[in-house]
């Protein structure tokens, strides 16, 4: 009979290993899903995830997808910690494309050196103030934040489909819901010679290693980490949970909103229904598989990236529909939770009871 | 107005609200057991796209919603087995649970997107209820019967001692444990019944409420009925008034048009999540203060 | 015990019951043989009725006029059937699990440190009715760690150590001294009394001082202050007794952060410094799933603000550890990791060293096995006599009359007058203890 034990200490090992097994679990119940459906499992798979990392602007595609997903998961990693269920990364992320985006729409005669910092404050301040809301009705009214954060996810898509069909409709887009055409001026910078990957991504790596220093030294991440593991604890030693609540609440909004409007004023280009919304959602992954760690998250997110582009892969060479990401994604998570099990618990065979 | 306006403001109200009292229900006795099963949206979708190729396949209303029921379960059981076994933390047990849901229902329903079904017809009443109020409050296809048959049993339920077991794994597991229940087991069991009301919601939404097929067509009703849930306390009266405010927002618009009033579609669309954020606001609050109507205090908890 | 419920399972040998020799494997089974128990953490859900708790444990089979009356009748207890459990004392809860668990007609019936919450009266009370009990033919298995109990109210004496049986003896042939010496294994340290130390004299003669101190209604569960007012001279320890759950949580609270108060005022004289020892009965002493390190963090915040300083952080860490004998862990080490004795020693520690004018602590020794408890005595004394004062909070009786230079008793959010330790009787403490008048007995008036 097998018994399971509580670790007197996590095992670090399995730290590690968790997320690899989950991956391949994930990879094997694909298998095992396609071959039951008479596919050429073995190729779709390869297609999948080996086919994007095959050439340079596949690779390109990969940072680009990442930066966004990376962005918003160094934001709810902070949330996470404290145990503030943040899962509005989306709505927050729609807010600073939107009001970013509005901004920019009326900069365009700026020098870019003034206006993108603008446009990017603008994005920042939207989604904090998007995911303020949230903390407000948590700290004021004891308001269930996964479900307030959810609601404004909803809301941020119809006030974005209200303004393209109205405010900030293009008024030469032939009706459809997309804004005018963002001037240069405030399009980001691509940081390569051929090709386009903006200046966001370098930005993304400069916050992971930033988010990953700040995590060690700065006391406002320790005391968000112990308003997560132990709110009476903060409470007594002299700590205000709902200012920490605002505040992580607030960063968290921010890094979306900021994430939303680099992806806006970068490769889209301008304002549309039709961006790739749920990289808010994924990113949930993202700071999960990553472990809520900045290096893990970065590994998670270009992982989560090449699912991305493998279903669009599969989808050309198979005909199997994009859907299939968000089952990867969602048995991924599945695993990875059920292998953290290891972390924290050891099963050992019971010895036969005497008798 | 004239009364046939109010006949399909009646039927209009109650319908929108059938699949959020299913959902309600189930998660009531989910929430009561100490389980928060964040999965909802995923469970609904899937029930949904479940009844719908049943339909297709069949052409039976009641193999289609066995089927929705079933779906709904299999995915609860994917949430709770890892939950339960594995101590995995629900919120976020939850929210895979959504994602894979969602991918499931999209990948399976793909080749029949845009393609309909006949709606599930109502029960006539006999010829001499002929009132249009009347007709408009009890004429309703057989899901919705059920509902309120389900709401009754679990209202029963709620009342009757056994559940005080149930209640207990909600508040103090361990209490119940030291008595001699099996803990997981019930909320093992409160759970699948969660799914399978879920399921249940989403044949609601397949056969009847759009019987046309697309990948969004539980449109956030899962979260909305978590929500629902939080403002009713986890109790079938209250749950009842709130799906049928939430179902009258639905309606709002044909309502505005009746006083001449006419608003962006979607600004409309979006008052649903607006009254939802409100509702969670008021209530939230002084739920707290009666132990009856608090909170059970391990909810999502895990049962170490 | 937990093995005997089925909570737990042996590892090895086996139970015999009724002569048999018998597996348990799980608390349904031992209550399908007759064996009830009534823990120390109540097992009852405070947001239900006294009667869904019963129906928990009974179903829905019995009777509340015919079958719980006249056990009530017979534990002479008035319990209502509707209360929720929420509302009723500590006491009252207690006797409800002792009446659900007479309900089922054990034959074994395990109490599990039960007088630890009540008052002197209805410890008394309690043990003559289990005394009762035993005459209808129940068996009791009374486990406790007040040794006066076991020796008047018990036949038969086990003592335990560290999970050994270590004797096993008359009731009639056990003395106080001698248990005393197999439970702590050695002679008991403890002989000198802490001498009186000289108070010393600053320009304000008191160091901190409550008025009239009132708090707000917090939760349902918690006893607001009502007019508390004390003062603490330098070099004093004050000890505050009374039982669980009196309103010393919220004198914890009011002391270290002053948003709950509703009126009255704290005074702090002189810049001092003071530190609040969170209460680990509580479990709100440590964070166990952090370092040492990161635990004496969260007391040293303000240092290492606005960015920690790991070097200083440890090297302050490894000296408490060195300081105060904390054994069985490192810097880096979970506090969960600590036994209860090292932990406790951890915090008095990490609160000593923070060195404070005023230190208020909370059952600095609760669930710490003697030697860690005699140390930890040892170091608070030593503290005082360096001039500083202690609030020492306490439900231990025995730790109050050792070290305090004066004290008072908390009853429902009240404190009594403040005596000192010469005019104290253990008598006049105990009906203190459950009077909120505080009414003086007759011989000290």
Redesign the interface.
Known sequence: MFIRRRRIAPSLAWQFLSPPLAITLALATGYLFLTLQDLPAQAILLDFLISPLSDFYSLVEIIGKATPLLICALGLSICYRAKIWNIGAEGQFIAGALIGGAVALHLDDWPSWLSLPTICMAGIAAGSSWAGISAWLKVSFKANEVLTTIMLNYISLHLLAWSLSGPLKDPEGFNFPESALFADSVILPSILAEGYLSIGALIALLLTVLLFILNRYSILLFRFQLLGEDESSARFSGLSPKRLTLQAMAISGGLAGLAGIMEIAGPVGQLTMNVNFGFGYAAIIVAFLGRLKPMGMLFASLLMSITYLGAENVQIGFGIPRATTSIFQGALLLYLLATDFFINFEIRIARAQPE | MDIYLIEAMITAVIRSATPLLLLGLGIIISERAGILN?GQE?MLTCGAVASFLTMLATGSFPISILAAVAAGMILSS?FIT?VLI????Q???G?????????????AG?PYAGETITAYQVISLPEFMSSPILRAILEHDPIVYLSWIIAIGVTFFLRS??S??L??CG??P????????NVIKIQALATLFGGAMAGLAGAYLALSFTPIWS?SIGA?RG??A??LV?FASRQVGRLLLGAIIFGSTDILQLLLQAIGLSM?S??L??SP??V??AA??LL??QN??N??L?EP?SLGQPN? | MRNIFGLEQPDSGHLRWLGETTVIPSPRAARDKGIAMVFQEFSLVEEMTVIENLYLYLGPTFDWEHDVLPVQKMLDTKIKPYSLVNELSAGEKQQVEILRSILISPSLLILDEPTSILTMEEARHLMQTLRALTQNGITILLITHKLEEAIRYSDQITVLRRGKVVSNMMASDATKEKLAELIIGSKLLRSVKRKKNKLRETKNDYLLSCKRVSTKQGSMTNTHLKEVTFSLRPGEILGVGGMAGQGQGELNSVLSSKDIIKFGEIELFGNAQIFVMPEERDRLGCTPNFTLSQNLLITKQEEHSPWINFKSLDQDCRNILRDFDVRGGKTDSQAKALSGGNLQKFLVGRALSANPDVLVCNNPTWGVDLNARESIHQMLSEYANNGASILLISQDVDEILYLADKVTVMCQGYLSPTLDRSEITEVLLGSWMSDPQFKALNSCS
């Not at chain 2, 594995?86 to 933390?89: E, K, M, R, V």
């Not at chain 2, 929210?95 to 991918?103: C, S």
Request: glycine share 8%; hydrophobic share 55%.
């Open positions: 964040l995923g994917v890892p594995l101590h995995t933390n919120v976020a047990t929210l895979a649970l959504t994602i894979l849901g969602l991918g499931i229902a999209a990948l793909n001692s056994s005080s077991i209640i207990a508040h103090a361990r209490v119940a444990t030291i008595l001699g229940h990948e956030g979260w909305i978590l929500a939080v962006s979607h600004i669309a979006a999540y607006l939802t954020i969670l606001v939230s609050r707290n203060l132990p009856k608090r205090r170490i």
